[in-house]
């Protein structure tokens, strides 16, 4: 509600003297990135992103990440409308830090990530934030895109799901926008991104290989540790490797792991889904919304089938 409050016209933030430069450029970038939005990718054309709110803090929320010691299954939380989630979000730093403590205390792994963004999934008219102007231009653009996919499909108790959607979308639209403007995504920045998920793959497997193993608890602990320390060397070790530092910086755990496969691992099966209906977006989020008809199991089955049929195009 605060922030419903404290939200003001773009138009009116734009001509305000006060603006900083920077922050007006911005803006009108998010007012072409809208109407794209709405007319390109049929994201809902609604009333959110109209309106800015500048924030007094980096993030608008932070959420918190747990698992337990020798497991990479989030632990979830359920809450009206939004059904059960593999996190809770904080709009205070200190409440997350303080949550993640009382988790940690009860044995789980933790990890607090600051968000720039979040929906109400269409419920209230969403504001700009001065936290989602942070970075580049392309990453405000995804975000955009990321955050109206969740208004136009939202299947609660699948975290997964709704976040390798949003991913998709938010990765597809970027790429359309991009031509739109004349422009190609450097293919070395995804492929640098895909080499690094590579990492993380290649680490969840080994972990989950050894948390199925019947070894003592201490045991299970030193090797987990290995392994982690493995992943950061790799990390650290990739040509972009300095970019991942304030990532690695806390050390790496279970709970660390968690987003990435959240926001990632079904992003294939939707691209395969996509060159299903051969790139026609209604065709696409209908098909989209027959799998939130499936049971868990079978809309499981049928996104790994999906994914099976997916194909990257070939990095160096």
């Known amino acids: 509600m605060h922030l419903l409050a404290d939200a003001r016209p773009i138009q009116n933030v734009i001509d305000d003297p006060a603006t900083p430069t920077s922050t007006r450029a911005k803006l009108r970038l998010v007012g072409r990135t809208r109407r794209f939005a709405s007319q390109a990718l049929l994201l809902p054309d609604n009333g959110s992103y109209k309106k800015y709110v500048a924030l007094h803090r980096p993030y608008v929320v932070w959420n918190v990440f747990a698992t337990p010691e020798f497991s990479l299954a989030a632990v979830r939380h359920c809450f009206p409308i939004a059904g059960c989630v593999d996190y809770q979000g904080y709009f205070s730093h200190a409440d997350a830090l303080a949550a993640a403590r009382r988790l940690a205390a009860a044995g789980d792994d933790t990890y607090v990530a600051g968000v720039p963004a979040f929906s109400t999934l269409g419920h209230f008219d969403d504001p700009v934030l001065s936290s989602m102007l942070r970075w580049d231009d392309d990453t405000l653009v995804a975000t955009l895109f990321h955050e109206l996919a969740h208004q136009k499909l939202y299947l609660p108790g699948d975290t997964a799901f709704n976040e390798s959607f949003a991913s998709f979308v938010a990765d597809q639209g970027l790429r359309q926008w991009l031509a739109a403007q004349h422009r190609a995504r450097p293919p070395d920045r995804r492929c640098a991104r895909r080499r690094f998920d590579a990492l993380i793959d ?47 910086t806390e050390g790496l755990n279970n709970a660390k792991l968690v987003p990435i496969a959240l926001y990632r691992d079904e992003v294939p099966a939707f691209a395969a889904l996509y060159a299903e209906v051969a790139g026609r977006w209604a065709d696409f989020y209908a098909a989209v919304r027959t799998l939130t008809t499936l049971s868990a199991d079978r809309r499981r089955a049928r996104l790994t089938a999906l994914a099976a049929r997916a194909v990257d195009p070939p990095c160096r």
């Open 202 to 248: 290649q680490a969840r497997a080994g972990l989950n290989r050894l948390y199925r193993q019947p070894l003592p608890a201490a045991m299970l602990r030193a090797r987990k540790a290995d392994q982690l320390a493995q992943l950061v060397l790799e990390v650290q070790a990739l040509p972009d490797g300095e970019n991942y530092r304030a990532w690695l």
